[in-house]
């Protein structure tokens, strides 16, 4: 993928980032479930937390298609820790940009350009699910976790992320003052929509990175193993295992960044369509690769020794969060059938 000398720079400084503060970790923290705490001030320092947010508002002016890249190199050790990157977008910064008013972004976002602050995001109601439409004439609001009602439910145990602390969020009986509401009154639904469209390409940044993380490992274990007396790459059968595994992640990347290029161009024509075939197709595909990655390890694939089984149960998430992928397959087709098909 061609890269500006600036994006190649910035690429460059995330990856001695990731062999000097990710690599000798990234096992760890999946093993133990220990959220990495020592990581936001490296990645505060380097505007990665909080990457959407304007210089103006003392934030590093970033863009979509920087988050993307910095989620894919990050990834490709570590998706637990690429989750971390862009952390204050989904929760903060996005919705505030979009949707807040002026006060709102002065108030905020130079807190959020600080680059030690952690928000949450709660959309869906266990209850809702995938039908998020079904809690229309909802207004979103900014909560300050010190707010009497707020709560924290336990941390879930997962079948992979380890790191990434998941919980349920409760506002029981809580008073939220006006002028904390984002958006219009009831109009909390466009804008919740409105940001997963931002974000849902990010979620495919992380799984092409996790792929192509596999991919190099698979790439490197079959030339070393030998089996018959000769590297295991030397069989047809796993060429064209590894030719398939490259073609899907490089034409994934190819969707990803042609969404990330008209999002930063200011073209939101086509976003929901192309965030959802971005998203859909990154997450399969990084599905696909991974579970082919253990299949070229054999045995050891399915081992904890190696990080492609790893890399195989964190590829789920991406096919099931942020809208699974039935409901970005409904929104792709109901742009190209409309809606009453
Ligand atoms: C680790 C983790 C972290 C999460 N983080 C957050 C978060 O930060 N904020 C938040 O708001 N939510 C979060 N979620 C919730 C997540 O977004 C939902 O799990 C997801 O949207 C799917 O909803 P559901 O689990 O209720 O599945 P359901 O809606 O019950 O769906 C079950 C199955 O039915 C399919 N299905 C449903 N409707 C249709 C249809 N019309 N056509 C075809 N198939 C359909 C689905 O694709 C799925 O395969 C998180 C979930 C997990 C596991």
Same mark, same amino acid.
């Given at each position: 993928m ?9 690429? /460059? ?35 990665l ?34 989750? *971390? ?7 903060m ?11 709102? @972004? ?12 952690l ?17 229309d ?8 976790? @010190? ?11 997962k ?38 469209? *931002? ?40 060429q ?7 073609i899907?992640l ?7 960044f ?12 086509? *976003? ?7 998203k ?23 081992? @904890? ?8 149960? /964190?590829a @789920? ?8 992928n ?16």
């Amino acid at each position: 993928m061609y890269l500006t000398e600036e994006q190649t720079a910035f690429v /460059d400084s995330i990856r001695r980032m990731v062999e000097r503060h990710i690599a000798p970790i990234a096992a760890e923290i999946d093993e133990s479930d220990r959220f990495p705490e020592e990581l936001v001030p490296v990645f505060g320092d380097m505007g990665l937390l909080q990457q959407w947010v304007p210089e103006e508002y003392g934030g590093p002016g970033g863009n979509l298609t920087l988050l993307c890249l910095a989620k894919h190199e990050i990834a490709k050790v570590s998706m637990a820790c690429s989750i *971390l990157a862009g952390q204050n977008s989904i929760g903060m910064a996005l919705p505030i940009l979009h949707f807040g008013t002026e006060e709102q @972004k002065r108030r905020f976002l130079p807190l959020s350009a600080k680059g030690r602050t952690l928000t949450a995001v709660a959309m869906s109601e266990p209850h809702c699910g995938s039908d998020v439409a079904a809690m229309d004439g909802i207004s979103a609001f900014m909560v300050d976790t @010190k707010t009497p009602g707020f709560k924290v439910g336990r941390n879930e145990r997962k079948m992979g992320l380890g790191g990434v602390p998941n919980v349920q969020l409760f506002f029981e009986n809580m008073r939220v003052p006006i002028e904390n509401r984002l958006g219009e009154e009831g109009q909390g639904f466009k804008a919740c929509m409105h940001i997963l469209n *931002l974000n849902r390409p990010t979620v495919a940044a992380a799984s092409i990175g996790l792929g192509q993380g596999a991919l190099d490992a698979a790439i490197a274990y079959a030339k070393e193993r030998k089996a018959f007396g000769k590297a295991i790459a030397s069989n047809q059968g796993l060429q064209w295992m590894i030719a398939d595994m490259a073609i899907q992640l490089e034409a994934a990347r190819a969707l990803l960044f042609e969404c990330t290029r008209q999002v930063d161009m200011g073209d939101f024509s086509q *976003l929901s369509m192309m965030a959802s075939m971005a998203k859909c197709f990154g997450s399969d595909v990084a599905m696909k690769v991974t579970t082919d990655a253990v299949q070229i390890f054999g045995g050891v694939g399915y081992l @904890k020794d190696y990080p492609v089984e790893r890399m195989m149960r /964190d590829a @789920k998430i991406n096919q099931i969060w942020e809208g699974t992928n039935q409901i970005q397959r409904i929104v792709i087709s109901r742009h190209l059938l409309g809606r009453e098909a």
